[in-house]
T-cell receptor
Framework: EAGVAQSPRYKIIEKRQSVAFWCNPI?????LYWYQQILGQGPKLLIQ????????DSQLPKDRFSAERLKGVDSTLKIQPAKLEDSAVYLC???????????FGPGTRLTVL | AQSVTQLGSHVSVSEGALVLLRCNYS??????LFWYVQYPNQGLQLLLK??????LVKGINGFEAEFKKSETSFHLTKPSAHMSDAAEYFC???????????FGAGTILRVKS
């Protein structure tokens, strides 16, 4: 069974630029999560989708972050414009539904200069 | 709201020695508890989880953890450390809102030869 795929693995941008991350969850998983992991901290949930609907985006900085999962499968997370404090690893995870184990992708390491 | 505290951001043990990583949680509902491991440049891998039932939980790679409700703890142990155990370990809690995970800050385990 293929795992959660993420791309790119690494990204370096200047502040105020835009960036997008892509996630392909495990086939058949209805629930998809995006986490932000800042160096020295545990992952923090940014947004949770159930199919193509948002379940929880309470910790998403909506003035600069956006995410979509239009067909209930792949998802993209966008930052526009990026700030220095957005430097982090962005992890995508998926689960069968809202009550099952989450499986994590390898993450995208973002550096904002 | 749920929270997790991991005591010790860095733990160093000798190869063959006991590994003990500490985790305390706060939860207003019966918690589900997890330990994840993260190797460099990789995503999170589930080591073990406690949901209900037996309070001593065995996981992969020889790790185990014991849920102690009276102490609100879920410490991770392994009788004999291997060099391959060197990684960062995260304790997490869920249960208040489905499987939404709240992570601790992580503990980096170093294994000395």
């Amino acid at each position: 069974e293929a795992g959660v795929a993420q791309s790119p693995r690494y990204k370096i941008i200047e502040k105020r630029q835009s960036v997008a991350f892509w996630c392909n969850p495990i086939s058949g998983h209805a629930t998809l999560y995006w986490y932000q992991q800042i160096l020295g901290q545990g992952p923090k949930l940014l947004i949770q989708f159930q199919n193509n609907g948002v379940v929880d985006d309470s910790q998403l900085p909506k003035d600069r972050f956006s995410a979509e999962r239009l067909k209930g499968v792949d998802s993209t997370l966008k930052i526009q414009p990026a700030k220095l404090e957005d430097s982090a690893v962005y992890l995508c995870a998926s689960s069968l539904d809202n009550y099952n184990e989450q499986f994590f992708g390898p993450g995208t390491r973002l550096t904002v200069l | 709201a749920q929270s997790v505290t991991q005591l010790g951001s860095h733990v160093s043990v000798s190869e063959g020695a006991l590994v003990l990583l500490r985790c305390n949680y706060s939860s207003s509902v019966p918690p589900y508890l997890f330990w994840y491991v993260q190797y460099p440049n990789q995503g999170l891998q589930l080591l073990l989880k406690y949901t209900t039932g037996a309070t001593l939980v065995k996981g992969i790679n020889g790790f185990e953890a014991e849920f102690k409700k009276s102490e609100t703890s879920f410490h991770l142990t392994k009788p004999s450390a291997h060099m391959s155990d060197a990684a960062e370990y995260f304790c997490a809690v869920s249960g208040e809102y489905g499987n939404k995970l709240v992570f601790g800050a992580g503990t980096i385990l170093r294994v000395k030869s």
